[in-house]
């Protein structure tokens, strides 16, 4: 071998190991972006989400202890029957959510309130059982006394003690979903500059071997394609992961920030705290579901199977603030309760991803209505969702749609393009099929369709059907 040869070859070599490098690079840093992608969701779902439900809870059940035992003197103190049942229940009620809350998992800083928390409850506990012990007794104006004096302070002081913790786990909450959102960007980055390595090597690596081996150019030439398709296709899942995902991890952040801006607002916190606690559940379901179709080969695991009923009920819990802001007529048509072939998460991206893209186009119509309807066509089962947006533009081919990163000229929308290329995909790799039927000016029936689950399966849900929800 020629002292060029031995030159060109030892680059080749180096090329090549620069490629696997940086494929092996690009793998180890999406398992550690994964990683802490699971750590973040897991810190809102498992620890901010329930800590905060259960200390609300607390706070509802202190008024509620507070009213009742007051009443019960009253009542007494008049002469009338009365027992102290309902103040029973509502002390254990109370005591229930405050054991429970210190089963879950604690945040920095967080343990510290702890053994006041504890000192607040047993006062007040012991001022509650005072107070029934002396009206029991006829004793109403020690009673009285014990109520002002003891259970009283103690209420609001547990109240005190109650806020800064709701606080606490509210912040680190918004901590973790900014996580996120900041784990995806960088991904994403990684991931573009190693994809420009890649293909610097290759190329370099390609002329090295077209002048060299004319054979060996041409297998290296396909190697790297071959490569930069997988890369391609793993860029792909991940955007449509990032795209079911980051709706409703953004309106998880925005429900803490408006309980953060309105602390003292039961009634606020209460209703945003539990839409984003809807949110995080539907994360984790759509992830579980793209996480068992990926792990079963891009097929539907045996067995696997979905209520239409109960995911089309779902979606509609999902999206009622989005309707009802947008002044949407949101509509599930009675149809038949049918099990399809897939996983719940698989079914849930497939049916949100199509209502949410009818959302979007209907916010500017002057009609906005969307009916959501599932018809059975022999072994098939299909799922419409039928809008009053402006139709499909005449320049836009139907089926080109369904293509990721596609979207109508001049589309004032916010989105990427990824939602129908993901229903498309999910539907085709598990035995189904996607279209979508338009009329200018007047909306579209965006379908999909999948087979049905084995008989049986559903045989229980033959009778009975899907009910119009109101909304």
């Given at each position: 071998m020629t002292p060029l040869r031995a030159y060109s070859g030892r680059s080749l070599v180096f090329a090549f190991i620069g490629v696997a490098a940086s494929f092996v690079g690009a793998t180890l840093y999406t398992q550690y972006?994964?990683?802490?992608?699971?750590?973040?969701?897991?810190?809102?779902?498992?620890?901010?989400?329930?800590?905060?439900?259960?200390?609300?809870a607390m706070r509802g059940e202190v008024g509620r202890l507070l009213f009742l035992l007051g009443d019960y003197i009253n009542t007494r103190a008049a002469g009338r029957p009365a027992n102290g049942d309902a103040v029973d229940a509502a002390q254990a009620r109370l005591n229930a959510e405050l054991k429970t809350y210190f089963q879950v998992p604690a945040f920095p800083g967080e343990v510290a309130y702890w053994g006041t928390l504890q000192e607040v409850a047993a006062v007040l506990n012991g001022g509650v059982e005072r107070v029934q012990a002396q009206t029991e007794a006829g004793l109403f104006p020690?009673?009285?006394?014990?109520?002002?004096?003891?259970?009283?302070?103690?209420?609001?002081?547990?109240?005190?003690?109650?806020?800064?913790?709701?606080?606490?786990?509210?912040?680190?909450?918004?901590?973790?979903?900014?996580?996120?959102k900041l784990v995806r960007r960088r991904t994403t980055v990684v991931g573009l500059l190693l994809d420009v390595l890649c293909t610097a090597l290759a190329i370099i690596a390609a002329l090295m071997v077209r002048h060299e081996v004319r054979r060996s150019a041409a297998q290296a030439t396909e190697r790297a394609h071959l490569a930069q398709e997988r890369a391609d296709e793993f860029e792909a899942f991940a955007a449509r992961v990032a795209h079911d995902i980051l709706s409703p991890l953004q309106a998880v952040n925005l429900a803490f920030e408006?309980?953060?801006?309105?602390?003292d607002e039961r009634a606020v916190?209460?209703?945003?705290?539990?839409?984003?606690?809807?949110?995080?559940?539907?994360?984790?379901?759509?992830?579980?579901?793209?996480?068992?179709?990926?792990?079963?080969?891009?097929?539907p695991e045996p067995g696997t199977s979905a209520s239409?009923?109960?995911?089309?009920?779902?979606?509609?819990?999902?999206?009622?603030?989005?309707?009802?802001?947008?002044?949407?007529?949101?509509?599930?048509?009675?149809?038949?309760?049918?099990?399809?072939?897939?996983?719940?998460?698989?079914?849930?991206?497939?049916?949100?991803?199509?209502?949410?893209?009818?959302?979007?186009?209907?916010?500017?119509?002057p009609v906005r209505r969307i009916s959501t309807r599932v018809t059975e066509h022999g072994p098939m089962v299909l799922f419409e969702v039928e809008d009053t947006g402006p139709g499909l533009p005449v320049e836009l081919p139907p089926a080109s749609v369904f293509e990721p990163y596609v979207r109508g000229r001049g589309h004032r929308q916010p989105g990427l393009g990824l939602g129908l290329a993901t229903v498309k995909k999910l539907a085709e790799s598990h035995g189904g099929r996607v279209g979508v039927r338009s009329e200018l000016g007047r909306g579209c029936t965006f379908w999909f369709e999948l087979p049905r689950a084995s008989p049986g399966l559903d045989d229980l849900a033959d009778d009975r059907q899907v009910p119009v929800l109101p909304h």
């Open positions: 972006a994964s990683a802490r992608i699971d750590v973040a969701a897991d810190s809102i779902s498992s620890n901010a989400a329930p800590s905060i439900e259960h200390l609300t020690a009673a009285r006394e014990t109520f002002d004096n003891t259970v009283f302070p103690a209420a609001s002081r547990l109240d005190a003690v109650v806020q800064p913790l709701v606080d606490l786990n509210a912040r680190f909450g918004a901590q973790a979903a900014q996580e996120i408006v309980a953060l801006r309105h602390p916190t209460l209703e945003v705290l539990e839409r984003g606690r809807r949110n995080v559940r539907r994360v984790r379901t759509i992830i579980d579901g793209l996480l068992e179709f990926a792990r079963a080969g891009a097929k239409a009923a109960e995911v089309l009920t779902e979606v509609q819990g999902l999206f009622r603030d989005e309707v009802a802001h947008g002044a949407i007529d949101f509509v599930i048509e009675p149809a038949p309760n049918r099990s399809v072939a897939c996983s719940r998460g698989v079914l849930l991206s497939l049916v949100s991803n199509l209502v949410q893209n009818a959302i979007k186009y209907v916010s500017d119509s």
